[in-house]
């Protein structure tokens, strides 16, 4: 079995679990993990700022890492929206997607992570060159 296919059955198992969740739950893990909205861009602003430190820092290494980091950024980022589709589905509020999308973004903040890395290391390079 192919690594798409994994991802795809995990995600559905994860959207099951907050399927399943009651609403209670949710806003008990709300609560525990004090999720907010403005909360959500932070995995993304992290992502950009490690990324282009670790550039600027010309750690070759990452680029090794640059392709399973982007399959599990993809994977984390299928398994939060499933689960935020699944809340909506069952109780149509969007205060409880909140743990979900959390779950996305830290998957957006993996795939930002790696782009301003290849992004900005090539530009270092080139001007290197120059």
């Not at 893990?29 to 992502?47: E, F, N, R, T």
């Not at 994977?75 to 509020?93: C, D, E, P, R, W």
């Amino acid at each position: 079995m192919n690594l798409s296919k994994r991802i795809v059955i995990l995600a559905g198992a994860v959207g099951l679990f907050f399927y399943t969740a009651t609403q209670d739950q949710l806003v008990a893990s709300i609560a525990d993990y004090q999720l907010g909205w403005y909360k959500l861009g932070v995995p993304i602003a992290w992502g950009l700022v490690l990324g282009g430190i670790f550039a600027l820092l010309k750690l070759r290494k990452l680029e090794s890492w640059l392709g399973p980091v982007t399959l599990v950024a993809q994977g984390v980022t299928t398994m939060g929206l499933t689960g935020s589709a699944a809340i909506f589905a069952k109780h149509q509020l969007l205060v409880l997607m909140l743990p979900s999308l959390q779950i996305a973004t830290i998957g957006i903040g993996l795939y930002i992570f790696c782009v301003s890395f290849t992004r900005l290391l090539g530009d270092v390079e080139a001007r290197q060159k120059d």
